[in-house]
């Protein structure tokens, strides 16, 4: 079946960029999103991707994905201490599914 | 534009009793799934409605677990009896359709059930 994984954890300080990685392995994914998910609250859509653009910018955030490599990473520009957050990347698409597939999320732990 | 409401927001029960999960999705939100979020993982879709019908329950546990979507609105998931694995939040997602076109899911706040 479908899997996506990603590292656990990143620290980064106030100011940096950060990057989040995901890979994949549903190779007919159609779209990939990224999703932040604060204590206590529910997930909210941060941006997402058609598998047939190799990258996307939206602000601060940037998109890159590689579908040879089935590589994906978020790039968090001029991180704040706001972006403090678990990040999901997530996949869709694939055989015509519309549910999402989730790895295990990224703690992104931003320092003053 | 109201998000997805879920209710209760909290609940704790002791294994083998019974629990009802509500959600109520955007309006006209032809799509509805519940996902199952155990702590420290990624959420993992129980099941899927279009409208009322069932499109993707393989991964319910349909031994304890059951979900119903009447009149293609409202839906309510129950764990019956439960276990102490059932302990998790269980998060309600809405999509305007679930056709092959991008399709958002807009997530409510989840329920966070306890098993003790």
């Known amino acids: 079946g479908e899997d996506v994984e990603q590292s656990l954890f990143l620290s980064v300080r106030e100011g940096d960029s950060s990057v989040i990685n995901c890979t994949y392995t549903?190779?007919?994914?159609?779209?990939l999103y990224w999703y932040k998910q604060e204590p206590g609250a529910g997930l909210q859509l941060l941006t997402y991707?058609?598998?047939?653009?190799d990258m996307k910018q939206d602000q601060r955030l940037t998109v890159l994905l590689n579908k040879k490599d089935k590589h994906l990473s978020l790039r968090i520009a001029d991180t704040q201490t706001g972006d403090s957050a678990i990040y999901f990347c997530a996949e869709a698409g694939g055989t015509g599914r519309r549910a999402l597939t989730f790895g295990s999320g990224t703690r992104l732990q931003v320092q003053p | 534009e109201a998000g997805v409401a879920q209710s209760p927001r909290y609940k704790i029960i002791e294994k083998r009793q019974s629990v009802a999960f509500w959600c109520n999705p955007i309006s006209g939100h032809a799509t509805l799934y519940w996902y199952q979020q155990i702590l420290g993982q990624g959420p993992k879709l129980l099941i899927q409605f279009q409208n009322n019908g069932v499109v993707d329950d393989s991964q319910l546990p349909k031994d304890r677990f059951s979900a119903e979507r009447l009149k293609g609105v409202d839906s309510t998931l129950k764990i019956q009896p439960a276990k102490l694995e059932d302990s998790a939040v269980y998060l309600c997602a809405s999509s305007l359709e679930g056709g092959g076109t991008y399709n958002e899911q807009f997530f409510g706040p989840g329920t966070r059930l306890t098993v003790l």
């Open positions: 549903d190779s007919s994914s159609t779209y």
């Open positions: 991707i058609f598998s047939n653009m």
